[in-house]
């Protein structure tokens, strides 16, 4: 079973909103990802979860606060975003992080956010 | 730091024909791998190969087939008998780094 799951797989939200984005896998994997995926380009890395702990945070704006409770669930929570951030969100992971360039990252359906 | 170049924005096949898609690479690691990621429109990114650096064979898994030059530093995927599901974005990918993509449309 290779699934990761993403809920919701829609969402709109206000600048004002605060929601969160959710995601599970169950493959006793030990790194997950956030990636944000602009229309018509690749997806770009965001954070990097290994061992439930933050191991990378490329640079991203606060507003966005990801957060592990468990080695099967990462969320991503969502606060005062700007129409820019209106993207498709991919969540994934991968067995481990430590050898991750050779690591097979497997994702879920992600979750279109539209920010008005 | 790694590059992945993917120099076809976008390709066309007539069904049942096989296609290569492009994919270049420049990295200062010995050891790592190379993926292949097909992504419809509904925007899942479905894991379709893997190349590992060390590997001595091309990868191959059922139509797809890696076409794999290490001293050229390229990756290139071939798909066999193309199937009108194969419609797609394609991604090749290095670590957390991806190639702008080929949208490949197959034609009846």
């Known amino acids: 079973d290779t699934e990761v799951t993403q809920t919701p797989k829609h969402l709109v939200m206000g600048m004002t909103n605060k929601k969160s984005l959710k995601c599970e896998q169950h493959?006793?994997?030990?790194?997950m990802y956030w990636y944000k995926q602009k229309a018509k380009k690749p997806p770009e890395l965001m954070f990097v979860?290994?061992?439930?702990?933050?191991?990378i945070n490329e640079s991203v704006p606060s507003r966005f606060s990801p957060e592990c409770p468990n080695s099967s669930l990462l969320n991503l929570h969502l606060h005062a975003l700007q129409p820019e951030d209106s993207a498709l969100y991919l969540c994934?992971?991968?067995?481990?992080?430590?050898?991750?360039?050779?690591?097979?990252?497997?994702f879920g359906p992600g979750t279109r956010l539209l920010v008005l | 730091a790694q590059k992945i170049t993917q120099t076809q924005p976008g390709m066309f096949v007539q069904e049942k024909e096989a296609v290569t898609l492009d994919c270049t690479y420049d990295?200062?690691?010995?050891?790592?791998?190379l993926f292949w990621y097909k992504q419809p429109s509904s925007g899942e990114m479905i894991f379709l190969i893997y190349?590992?650096?060390?590997?001595?064979q091309n990868a191959t898994e059922g139509r797809y087939s890696l076409n794999f030059q290490k001293a050229r530093k390229s990756a290139n995927l071939v798909i066999s008998a193309s199937q009108l599901g194969d419609s797609a974005m394609y991604f090749c990918?290095?670590?957390?780094?991806f190639g702008t993509g080929t949208s490949l449309t197959v034609i009846p």
């Open positions: 190349q590992g650096s060390y590997d001595e």
């Open positions: 979860y290994s061992y439930e702990k933050l191991s």
């Open positions: 493959m006793g994997h030990r790194a």
């Open positions: 990918a290095m670590g957390h780094g």
């Open positions: 990295t200062s690691d010995q050891s790592y791998g």
């Open positions: 994934a992971s991968s067995q481990d992080r430590l050898a991750h360039r050779r690591e097979t990252q497997y």
